[in-house]
C-alpha cells in the first residue's frame, strides 16, 4: 500500500516537474521571438552625436537637464539592457507587494521595449510577466508558471498608447531618445517643467515632465492611461517618479523609480524598483 502511495507521490513530482520545464521553456521562446521582432523593428540613428547646438529654442528647464545630462559629442544611445529588482503591488485597491527581478531590453528608434518579469507570489509561485512595445503594437501577458494565462492583452490601440507612454516616461535611462533630433517636440509650461510629445506610426502622445532643482527629471506624467478596474479599462492620471541620479557611461541616468496611479484620494503606487545593471549599445 505504503509503495503504491509513494509511487504514485513520485509520478506527480515528475509531471509536475516537466510541466513546469516546459512552462520555462515555452516563455524562454516568447522572449526570445520579442527581442527578435525589437531587432527587425530597428531604424537608423542619425545624427550619430549628440551636439548640443540643437537645443537652441528648447524651453529654459529641458535645455538645462540637457547640459546636466550629456556632454557634447555624446554617441546617441541605439538600445539599452536593463536589469531591475523591486516590489509590485498585485491589488487595485490594497497593499499586496510582491517582490520582482526583471530584465528590459530598449530600442530607441524605432521606440520599442520587452519588460520580462518574474513575480514572487509566494515560495514556489511564480508569475511571469511581458510588458512590451513592439513595432507599434502593445502587449501586456502575464502567465502562472508561464503554462497558465491570467492575462494577455495586445493590439488596440489603448494598449499601444499606454506602452508606448511607458518608453516615453522610462527616457530617462535613454536621454539621447528625448532629443528634438530623434523627434521629440517640446512645450514651455514653467520653469521647472515643460511638455513633451512623441509620435509613432498611429500612435501620439504628450506628458508632463517635471524637472527637480538639480535641473534632472523628477517625474514624468500622462493625465490618461488605461487602467483596469474589474475588468473594465478607466483612463486614469499616471506619473512615474526617478531618483538616485548616477553617472553611467558619461550619462547621468536615475538608478531608482516609483510608479503611480493619481487617484482623487492621492497617489496608487504599484510598482517600485532601482537598477541592478545597464549596458548601453551607442552609434559609435
Do not use: C
Not at 32 to 59: F, H, W
Not at 147 to 156: E, K, M, Q, Y
Amino acid at each position: 500500500m505504503w509503495k503504491m502511495i509513494l509511487f504514485i507521490i513520485l509520478g506527480l513530482l515528475v509531471i509536475i516537474t516537466v510541466a513546469l520545464l516546459y512552462g520555462i521553456s515555452r516563455w524562454q521562446s516568447s522572449t526570445r521571438k520579442m527581442y527578435e521582432r525589437l531587432e527587425a523593428a530597428r531604424l537608423p540613428i542619425g545624427p550619430r552625436v549628440y551636439d548640443s547646438t540643437e537645443l537652441k529654442g528648447l524651453p529654459a528647464p529641458v535645455q538645462r537637464y540637457f547640459r546636466a545630462v550629456l556632454k557634447d559629442g555624446q554617441p546617441m544611445i541605439l538600445a539599452v539592457s536593463v536589469e531591475h529588482t523591486g516590489t509590485f503591488n498585485m491589488s487595485e485597491t490594497g497593499e499586496q507587494w510582491r517582490p520582482f527581478t526583471s530584465t528590459q531590453r530598449v530600442i530607441t528608434r524605432q521606440p520599442g521595449f520587452d519588460w520580462e518579469a518574474r513575480v514572487a507570489m509566494m515560495p514556489g509561485l511564480t508569475v511571469r510577466v511581458h510588458d512590451a512595445y513592439i513595432a507599434g503594437e502593445g502587449i501586456l501577458h502575464a502567465s502562472l508558471f508561464g503554462l497558465v494565462s491570467l492575462v494577455n492583452l495586445r493590439g488596440t490601440p489603448e494598449v499601444a498608447q499606454g506602452e508606448l507612454m511607458r518608453f516615453f516616461a522610462e527616457a530617462a535611462w535613454y536621454p539621447t531618445a528625448l532629443l528634438p533630433s530623434q523627434g521629440v517636440q517640446w512645450e514651455s509650461v514653467d520653469d521647472t517643467s515643460a511638455k513633451a510629445t512623441l509620435k509613432d506610426g498611429e500612435t501620439t502622445l504628450t506628458m508632463l515632465f517635471r524637472f527637480n532643482e538639480d535641473t534632472l527629471i523628477e517625474s514624468v506624467r500622462a493625465e490618461a492611461r488605461g487602467r483596469t478596474v474589474a475588468g473594465t479599462v478607466i483612463p486614469t492620471p499616471w506619473e512615474g517618479r526617478w531618483s538616485n541620479y548616477e553617472l553611467r557611461y558619461g550619462m547621468l541616468i536615475p538608478l531608482e523609480g516609483e510608479v503611480a496611479w493619481i487617484l482623487p484620494g492621492g497617489p496608487k503606487p504599484y510598482w517600485r524598483g532601482r537598477i541592478t545593471s545597464l549596458n548601453y549599445e551607442f552609434t559609435q
